[in-house]
């Protein structure tokens, strides 16, 4: 085999893999992990079972797989303000609620209570910590008010965060998950914000789609928040 063909190989694995998870993101947020079946992902993914079980030995590895696609996404523009940092992170991942399959299935994946035997911790302690590398760096700033407590805050984030889109997608199917998440921040920000940068922090509904903007051009400066 020469060093294309080897190279060529390779770049089919890679997009098999991806095709993979794609497919089982659709099924798993469609009928939830315990309903889901490796014959349902393998129809939608179109593959074979050989090719399926190259990559994922259970269906529990597919559902950590599309957790993992998500938990490693923890990503935004750099700003000079941090607590606008922290907003555009939550509003972010509200957008990506909208428009990206695989977050819609790692959230119903992360909280499925019927997901028997998944780990499904791993995606709320990246998001706790992630916002705690935010707030911290906040805090070293003199944007927060002196009584915040970091860790509660960053728990209580995450804790809100899941439950205004769990009511979301019931209500409306997500349709209105950016507007909600900005009631969030509207609400809870006047709490840990000292006043002069609340009242330059943008917290309208469009900053998830803008942030996404962002990340889209190879010039733009990230924070990698992990």
């Known amino acids: 085999m020469t060093e294309e063909d080897g190279v060529a190989k390779q770049d089919r694995a890679i997009r098999t893999r991806r095709t993979i998870v794609e497919a089982a993101a659709v099924v798993f947020q469609e009928q939830g992990y315990e309903a889901a ?17 190259f990559h994922f030995g259970s ?8 957790l993992a696609e998500q938990e490693g996404r923890v990503e935004i523009p750099a700003r000079a303000c941090k ?19 695989l977050a819609r299935a790692a959230v119903r994946l ?11 911790s791993g995606s709320f302690r990246q998001w706790v910590d ?5 707030l911290s760096a906040a805090e070293t700033q003199g944007e927060l008010l002196p009584h915040v407590r970091i860790k509660e805050v960053c728990e209580l984030i995450v804790g809100a965060f899941a439950g ?14 950016t507007q909600r998440v900005a009631q969030l921040h509207r609400y809870l920000l006047p709490s840990i914000a000292v006043p002069a940068v609340l009242a330059a922090l943008d917290l ?9 903007a962002e990340l889209d051009s190879p010039d733009a400066p990230t924070a990698v928040l992990v």
């Open 110 to 120: 992360a909280m499925d209570q019927r997901a028997h035997g998944l780990d499904r």
């Open 59 to 66: 269906k529990e590895e597919l559902a950590q797989a599309v």
């Open 130 to 134: 992630a916002l705690d590398d935010v």
């Open 204 to 212: 309208s509904p469009g900053r998830g789609a803008m942030t996404a």
């Open 83 to 101: 607590l606008q940092e922290m907003v555009d992170l939550s509003a972010l991942h509200a957008y990506r609620l909208q428009t990206d399959p």
């Open 37 to 53: 079946t490796i014959l349902e992902i393998l129809n939608r993914a179109q593959v074979t079972k050989g090719a399926l079980y």
């Open 164 to 177: 205004v889109q769990a009511m979301s997608q019931v209500l409306t199917g997500y349709e209105d998950v």
